[in-house]
């Protein structure tokens, strides 16, 4: 009974010790989310405006730029894929790993060839860990992007479309990323960066006499879109990194909460077990004293 109870106490002070680690780290990702849900809203109005000043130049303009126009064979696709630095978030990379296997293989199967770009160490070990190969990768910054980060990846995507297939360029460019919708709620978000996707609501259009109105470009047409396009991939990116930053802290935030209260049925359950113990260990004591009593009585 000794030993057995002192292996329920040890179990009662690992799972405290473990409380007290994944309750640090709730209450970090709690005060960080704040932060990243700032970020995300400050970010939206720009890339929308980004969005809509692309949108006329696109719509109102007869110049068939290489990013706004789809080319006749689409051969090779470019899948960038976003997850974490660190784990203990629950199905974070996971599920953005399982939704950019189903999109590769969906490319796959309409005869493209898929390349990976990869952020965050979890894609990274991912595919290392299979021996699969990738066209390049970034780590460090997932839980608190930066926007260097954001326009390296954006050069290097855009560099790659604008090559020939010969020189291993892309013809399509995809974003596979986790969109913070709550903090109970982060829905995997898969984008078609290039060509150019304009989807400004899911709303159908109501009828309108509107007359739309003329646009002149000054310089020209093309100018402008050689100026806008790549700040408009630029944004998209970096609003992809800061909802999936989002999207992490309040993973990791449900994750450790459901750790820590884990950790309470544990102690509990253990503590439960421990006094039985501690019961049956006294129970004996007490028989044993009485029956020597006992034994010593009948001796006289």
């Known amino acids: 009974m000794g030993a057995q109870l002192r292996v329920y106490r040890q179990k009662i002070r690992s799972a405290q010790t473990t409380k007290k680690i994944t309750r640090a780290m709730e209450l970090i990702s709690a005060s960080r989310i704040q932060k990243a849900q700032q970020r995300v809203l400050a970010s939206t109005p720009y890339s929308r405006a980004i969005t809509r000043a692309v949108s006329a130049v696109a719509t109102y303009s007869n110049v068939d730029h290489p990013l706004t126009t789809e080319r006749e064979k689409l051969d090779t696709a470019a899948v960038v894929i976003f997850t974490s630095d660190r784990g203990l978030a629950g199905a974070f990379s996971s599920s953005i790993l399982k939704e950019a296997e189903s999109l590769a293989e969906l490319l796959r199967s309409e005869g493209k060839k898929v390349v990976f770009y990869l952020v965050g160490r979890k894609a990274v070990g991912y595919f290392s860990f299979r ?124 994750a450790m909460k459901s750790a820590s209260d884990n950790a309470d049925n544990l102690i509990r359950d253990y503590t439960r077990l421990a006094n039985n113990a501690r019961q049956s260990e006294i129970t004996q004591q007490i028989s044993e004293i009485v029956g020597g009593a006992d034994a010593l009585a009948s001796a006289k």
Do not use: C
Request: hydrophobic share 40%; glycine share 2%; no cysteine.
């Open 131 to 254: 021996r699969r190969e990738s066209v390049q990768s970034w780590t460090g910054s997932t839980d608190q992007p930066v926007f260097e980060t954001a326009k390296e990846i954006a050069d290097a995507v855009v560099t790659a479309y604008n090559l020939d297939d010969e020189e291993g360029g892309v013809d399509e460019i995809h974003l596979v990323y986790n969109r913070f919708v709550s903090m109970v709620s982060q829905v995997p978000e898969v984008v078609r960066l290039l060509p150019l996707e304009i989807v400004e609501s899911d709303l159908p259009a109501e009828p309108s006499n509107e007359v739309y109105p003329l646009y002149e470009f000054e310089p020209d047409a093309e100018t402008v879109l050689d100026a806008l396009l790549p700040i408009y991939v630029e944004s998209r990116i970096f609003n992809a990194m800061l909802q999936s930053a989002a999207a992490e802290h309040a993973a990791r935030q449900k």
